[in-house]
Nanobody, 127 residues
């Protein structure tokens, strides 16, 4: 079992930055694929980014590419999401997720089927 806990959300002005954290406990995060999703009010949950543990590759949603950066500190069992140049449309609850096994479709199609989830942290971007 892996427990995930997000932190770092808050209110920020458009153009600003935030860094989210996802702390993993229960098992070492180094052998888990880990990533972020978000869900805006009234919308479906959407994929943001994933980091594969086996080869370090990362995949970003087009909507955040060039603005968001995922990183991992496996010694601390923590994953980060650096969010820059934030826009009002980035407003959402952000969730971290993890899974031992890699299936890209599980990540790219809303995360259904992924094993572990945090409870989310709210990011609000004011315009």
């Amino acid at each position: 079992q892996v427990q995930l806990a997000e932190s770092g959300g808050g209110l920020v002005q458009a153009g600003g930055s935030l860094r989210l954290s996802c702390a993993a406990s229960g098992r070492p995060s180094s052998t888990y694929n880990m990533g972020w999703f978000r869900q805006a009010p009234g919308k479906e949950r959407e994929f943001v980014v994933v980091s594969k543990w086996s080869d370090g590759l990362t995949y970003y949603a087009d909507s955040v590419k060039g603005r968001f950066l995922i990183s991992r500190d496996d010694a601390k069992n923590t994953m980060y999401l650096q969010m820059n140049s934030l826009k009002a449309e980035d407003t959402a609850v952000y969730y971290c997720a993890a899974d031992r096994f890699w299936t890209f479709n599980n990540w790219s199609t809303g995360g259904y089927g992924l094993s572990y989830w945090g409870k989310g942290t709210l990011v609000t971007v004011s315009s």
